[in-house]
């Protein structure tokens, strides 16, 4: 079975959040700012970085 790169983001949050509002939007912060940590040691454009609402 494939899954889409969102299906797969999307599954993953909610198991590491253990399923918990609360949970999901500290795991997506946790994965946002390690993705953030890459750009900023990798990449030149740091428009490339997320940033999420509060």
């Known amino acids: 079975e494939m899954f889409d790169v969102e299906q797969f983001l999307a599954g993953n949050i909610y198991e590491l959040g253990k399923f918990a509002v609360t949970g999901r939007k500290a795991t997506a912060q946790m994965l946002v ?10 990449e030149t454009d740091p428009s490339l970085k997320i940033h999420l609402g509060k």
Request: hydrophobic share 30%; charged share 40%.
């Open 33 to 42: 700012d390690a993705y953030n940590k890459i750009i900023e040691e990798c």
